[in-house]
């Protein structure tokens, strides 16, 4: 079959899921993946046909995405700063949001002195983690997350992308963290902080796979892992250590209140790409 017609199937059979722009840049991003095939590919070779074999996984792949799985799952990777990293049901696929928050603690970090030794709470992927490693000199990084599963993820990542990271099974809301005398100059955490009410906003991609336990918090209490990581910090977080955090867009205002009440200083909130509150960092009181 040639690849014009098989692209003009994913337009039939996708169509009412999902918008032209974002069909075509599946299908390139596809042929890319599974072919090697550059997505100008149907302007330079128009008659360009496929093998059975070669048809296969992008057929395949079309019937995922019928059933709205994301993408990345379906390639089995995603890139974050210039990184590629692994993703899969276990870990979240990271956001642009997650990216610019990156960026700002290896922004302000370049300030600072070398050797820091570095915390990623609830690190999924690792792409905190080793986005830090790759990029702050010398950083000593060390990463923590619930799942054993998640953790065999960031493990595989950090080695694919060439960084040291130190890796601990760990629960923050019950944290019984083993190295009990560790302080770190920075600790960092993207927790869960969708509420249950807000649910309905989300997308079905994100829905229907993506892992529940590492999005969603009760009504009740939105920010209870915002609680955990303060009473941690005061344990683990040097004096005028930097703690930097993923917030809900919402909750802006309970989270600063919330750092405050633990005895956080220049707290700093600063929006998204797409003009949400979404960041903090904040200074440990000396």
């Known amino acids: 079959m040639l690849v014009k017609e098989i692209k003009t199937i994913f337009h039939q059979e996708l169509g009412d899921l999902y918008t032209k722009e974002e069909i075509d840049s599946f299908f390139y991003r596809l042929i890319e993946h599974y072919l090697n095939l550059e997505r100008f590919v149907l302007v330079v070779r128009p008659e360009l046909s496929l093998t059975k074999s070669e048809e296969q996984p992008l057929f395949e792949a079309m019937a995922r995405l019928k059933k709205e799985e994301p993408l990345q799952y379906i390639l089995g990777e995603t890139e974050f700063m210039d990184l590629t990293l692994r993703v899969n049901e276990h870990v979240l696929i990271p956001r642009p949001e997650t990216e610019e ?16 030794k570095i915390l990623d709470i609830g690190t999924g992927s690792g ?14 990084v060390h990463a923590i997350d619930i799942s054993k599963k998640t953790l065999e993820v960031a493990k595989k990542n950090a080695k694919a992308n060439n960084v040291d990271i130190h890796f601990l099974q760990d629960d923050i809301l019950k944290s019984t963290f083993v190295n009990r005398n560790s302080k770190f100059d920075t600790i960092v955490s993207n927790p869960p902080y969708v509420r249950e009410q807000e649910k309905a906003e989300m997308q079905n991609n994100v829905k229907k796979y993506e892992p529940e336990g590492a999005l969603y918090v009760s009504d009740e209490h939105p920010l209870v892992y ?3 990581i303060a009473r941690f910090c005061k344990r683990h977080l040097k004096q005028s250590g930097q703690l930097y955090l993923e917030i809900n867009q919402y909750l802006a205002e309970e989270t600063i209140s919330l750092l405050k009440h633990h005895g956080f200083h220049g707290i700093e909130l600063k929006k998204d790409i797409f003009g949400n509150d979404r960041m903090i960092k904040a200074t440990k009181h000396e």
């Open 127 to 140: 792409c905190i983690a080793i986005a830090l490693a790759k990029n702050i000199s010398e950083a000593e």
């Open 101 to 116: 928050l990156a960026r700002w603690i290896i922004e302000c970090q370049v300030e600072r002195s070398r050797n820091l």
């Open 226 to 228: 915002y609680e955990a």
